[in-house]
């Protein structure tokens, strides 16, 4: 009961502290005019700032600490141990290094080779400090994996969801809508595992979102309360996401008997950032394009592409989500690891040839009006 109440604290602090931060950024960015620039591949034509993902790291920190110190006082012991400590400490560090690389971002420009060796620097600092896969579940037949192997991994996955996040983050509250219902699942499956410290985290990040995505989504323009989150966002809620997941996916022959198969669960909140860049990069090599080359070939365009206004787009991904959360969820006591994961890929798959033939029909009758 206790644990329940500092999580609510965590939430309400995020939450409060996000109220507080984003709408004085706004103005500043407006006064400052810090807008994000418009091109032929922006869906925004408004003058809108993206440095909402500023007041994110500093009140995820600021409300979990607070917390801690609730937590102290109250009962006058250590809420983490030693072990946990190290790893908050080399996840703060990460999302402290992430955060100046995406305010830099957001301000001046930072080419994409240097953000690849900061992201990889903060991908070796977690696995290091001993957030790195161990096993993956009989995933193609393969179970423990050495430290060797299990380093690396870590860090390419890392550096995935980092840009997999970014990318995705292309209509108003899409990243961060996706964000609350990964933040929302993490926390209640490390309540139910009792992993207090990443529970805290998780519970902490979605009272963060919940203003700016009110912002994001419903702010206004000419009234300076519109923003977007920016790459100073994106890397804060990927790095967080990333390591809850990759927390969620360390064997735990104690965490396997509460939550059997939990590597492709942990992965089920990211499915729909992961999958479309995956998509999104076969696409530029099959098109023989730069595989850095921004276009409009992401799922949030595509559905937008039938006709959809940005905020149903974005119901409809979210909701897409959702359901592949719910499925493997399911799922997992009834089908292998990788019978699972293929069903997914599969059924992302088929969704996509799907809307690609309605945008196509659409498009010839619209040619045949014209």
């Not at 983050?169 to 809508?177: P, Q």
């Not at 963060?208 to 702010?219: A, I, K, R, S, T």
């Not at 997992?332 to 088929?350: P, R």
Request: aromatic share 12%; net charge positive.
């Amino acid at each position: 009961m206790i644990y329940n109440l500092e999580l609510g604290v965590a939430f309400l602090a995020g939450c409060l502290f996000s109220a507080m931060v984003i709408p004085r950024i706004s103005l500043v960015a407006f006064k400052l005019r810090l807008f994000d620039p418009m091109n032929s591949r922006k869906i925004h034509t408004e003058c809108i700032p993206r440095l909402g993902g500023v007041a994110f790291f500093p009140c995820i920190i600021v409300a979990v600490s607070l917390t801690i110190v609730f937590h102290s006082l109250c009962l006058d012991d250590d809420l983490f141990g030693g072990e946990l400590t190290i790893r908050f400490l080399a996840l703060c560090s990460a999302l402290f290094i992430l955060y100046l690389m995406g305010v830099m971002d957001d301000l001046v420009g930072v080419r994409y080779r240097s953000k690849f060796v900061v992201q990889t620097l903060c991908g070796l600092l977690m696995a290091f400090a001993g957030c790195y896969f161990n096993n993956l579940y009989g995933l193609f037949g393969i179970h423990e994996i050495p430290g060797y192997v299990g380093i690396p991994f870590t860090v390419l996955i890392i550096v995935y969801i980092l840009n997999a996040v970014n990318l995705i983050d292309g209509i108003d509250g899409l990243a961060s809508g996706l964000g609350m219902i990964a933040f929302l699942a993490f926390g209640c499956l490390f309540v139910y595992l009792h992993r207090w410290m990443y529970a805290l985290l998780a519970f902490a990040s979605l009272g963060v979102l919940v203003p700016f995505f009110y912002y994001n989504v419903f702010g206004q323009t000419r009234r300076g309360r519109k923003l977007f989150m920016g790459d100073t966002g994106s890397l804060t809620i990927g790095m967080l996401l990333a390591v809850m997941a990759i927390r969620l996916s360390m064997f735990d022959p104690v965490k396997e008997r509460l939550l059997p198969g939990s590597i492709v669960v942990a992965f089920s909140f990211l499915m729909v950032p992961m999958l479309d860049v995956v998509r999104v990069v076969l696409h530029r090599m099959r098109s023989r394009k730069p595989l850095f080359s921004p276009d409009k070939n992401h799922i949030h365009h595509k559905f937008m592409a039938l006709g959809m206004p940005q905020h149903r787009a974005m119901l409809c991904i979210v909701g897409i989500a959702v359901g592949f959360t719910v499925l493997n969820v399911c799922a997992i006591h009834y089908l292998s690891v990788t019978v699972l994961f293929l069903l997914d890929v599969a059924a992302w798959t088929v969704m996509h040839f799907c809307i690609t033939g309605k945008i196509l029909k659409n498009n010839r009758k619209n040619h045949i009006k014209d």
